[in-house]
């Protein structure tokens, strides 16, 4: 998820031509706070700098309806003012900072991908990374 709507969308789509998996993609994170447990996601990926919530309070307000998801943090920004409170959230498991491209982000998803789970392939005919 991230407030930049072409940005989102365009990773949304490259992750979905590409890993064998759903991928939902929101703008807004009150939005993605009302359906996220029915998506039943393996991993979230959210922007730090959003409106409404930052990333950090997104991930806190979502893990509780998603308790087998983790999450990965985008930003753009130094986020070392945030060390202890990134540290305090367990379900964090990555933090990449912008920019990237989709194959840096995939590559990501499929590192942070919860073990009890089974992670994700890559589409036939997709790029390996």
Excluded at 2 to 19: I, N, P
Excluded at 42 to 53: K, R
Aim: include cysteine; charged fraction near 20%.
């Amino acid at each position: 998820m991230d407030d930049e709507k072409s940005y989102t969308d365009l990773m949304a789509q490259m992750l979905a031509d590409h890993l064998d998996c759903p991928v939902h993609a929101f703008a807004r994170p009150l939005e993605a706070l009302k359906v996220l447990s029915s998506l039943n996601p393996g991993v979230v990926v959210t922007d730090y700098y959003m409106p409404q919530l930052n990333g950090l309070e997104f991930i806190s307000q979502a893990a509780p309806w998603v308790p087998d998801a983790a999450f990965v943090m985008i930003t753009g920004h130094n986020l070392g003012s945030e060390e202890e409170a990134m540290a305090r959230l367990t379900v964090l498991k990555g933090v990449l900072e912008k920019p990237f491209g989709w194959r840096k982000l995939a590559a990501e998803i499929l590192r942070v991908w919860p073990n009890h789970l089974a992670p994700p392939g890559y589409k036939a005919g997709a790029p390996s990374l």
